[in-house]
């Protein structure tokens, strides 16, 4: 959403939760106090945004995700609950095991022919294990022996036991994969394909400093133009003069002009450690593995427009990549906008020609505000 002072306003909920049980309201009642919600919401690193991304992308990759008529369940090793004001109802929990794949009469699928999908609707972190001579095992499409690894982070491999049943039904090796024991996160889901046809996801951006539409107060009396400290991250190891040279500034001033530019001086480029990494907010997503940081001089008040076009990673992979509605990968740039916002001048959240300029491209804002004397 874009920045509107009505999503904050309508942002206390106080009519209570009697019929949804153990309902989660904090924020819900509190968000008429948290400015945030104001705030414009297109953040192009949004961790729900990446992974729905990253979806498109597996899909292109993968044909079968998009388009496989069979879909066959593999086993569930689940309960039954009876929750609160549930009338009755029973709720199924635990975990299910199911593959897709083509039908081999009418689809031919060159790439990965099947994927392996255990998902979980618990609500706490749970263990699951079984004996793979027996129906208790986790089993899957694949056969045994075959190292299989998650299309989604953390991308982890396991190696397939042999389960009880033959792989062509008859009674002989080789017998269908089997996972003895697995441990998942509450809501967890993973996709599994061999490691051999595994892909490795295309880069993206996942972090943005000082953060997407943050508001920063200068100082009033200070210069005009004046710089700006900005990091940049992403979900892979990123050839550092690559960024540097993919971007390139549009500026809206108040009326200074100034010509913005990257102090190549303070240029730092960080692969970030594994104890350093944080978590992503939604299962699946990828996270911050590489950091681009420097500084943006000569900015005038206004709003300044920075686009990162296609840089490539170490590998030579490059991010500028989207998917379209016909399957198409298209070229994409990353816009991110600051507005610099002193006395006297105030522009719009997002104007008519910012709209059509940056239609359908991620942007970020930061708004600088600078500070009224006190009289």
């Not at 396991?158 to 002989?172: H, I, M």
Request: glycine content about 8%; aromatic content about 10%.
């Amino acid at each position: 959403m874009f920045s509107s002072k009505a999503w904050q306003r309508h942002g206390c909920y106080h009519l209570g939760t009697d019929a949804l049980y153990n309902l989660p309201i904090t924020k819900a009642s509190l968000g008429c106090k948290d400015d945030w919600n104001s705030m414009d919401h297109f953040d192009p690193t949004s961790d729900l945004r990446r992974l729905f991304k990253q979806f498109f992308d597996l899909r292109a990759q993968y044909p079968v995700l998009n388009e496989g008529l069979s879909l066959e369940k593999r086993g569930n090793w689940t309960h039954v609950d009876y929750l609160p004001f549930s009338g009755g109802s029973p709720t199924e929990r635990g975990l299910w095991s199911v593959s897709r794949g083509g039908i081999s009469q009418i689809q031919n699928f060159t790439y990965a022919d099947e994927v392996w999908i255990l998902y979980t609707n618990e609500n706490t972190t749970t263990s699951y294990s079984g004996n793979c001579t027996t129906d208790s095992g986790i089993g899957g499409p694949f056969q045994s022996n075959t190292v299989v690894r998650n299309l989604l982070y953390p991308f982890e491999n396991y190696t397939l036991g042999a389960s009880n049943r033959s792989f062509f039904s008859n009674d002989e090796s080789p017998f269908f994969g089997c996972i003895e024991s697995i441990t998942l996160q509450p809501y967890d889901f993973k996709v599994f394909v061999p490691a051999a046809n595994w892909s490795a996801p295309i880069p993206a951006l996942t972090k943005f400093s000082p953060g997407h539409d943050a508001r920063i107060e200068v100082a009033d009396g200070s210069s005009n133009p004046n710089s700006i400290d900005v990091q940049i991250e992403f979900s892979d190891l990123m050839d550092c003069d690559s960024v540097t040279k993919s971007i390139n500034f549009t500026l809206a001033s108040s009326g200074k002009g100034s010509t913005p530019s990257v102090n190549t001086g303070s240029v730092q480029c960080q692969t970030i450690s594994d104890g350093d990494i944080t978590p992503s907010s939604v299962l699946g997503a990828t996270v911050s593995r590489w950091y681009w940081k420097a500084t943006i001089d000569s900015v005038a008040d206004g709003i300044l427009t920075i686009t990162i076009k296609n840089p490539e990673s170490q590998g030579g992979v490059g991010t500028g990549v989207c998917l379209s509605l016909s399957n198409e990968l298209l070229g994409i740039e990353f816009r991110l906008i600051s507005a610099l916002v002193r006395s006297g001048y105030r522009p719009s959240p997002r104007s008519k020609g910012q709209e059509e300029q940056c239609h359908g491209v991620p942007r970020f804002r930061i708004r600088h505000h600078r500070a009224r004397r006190e009289r």
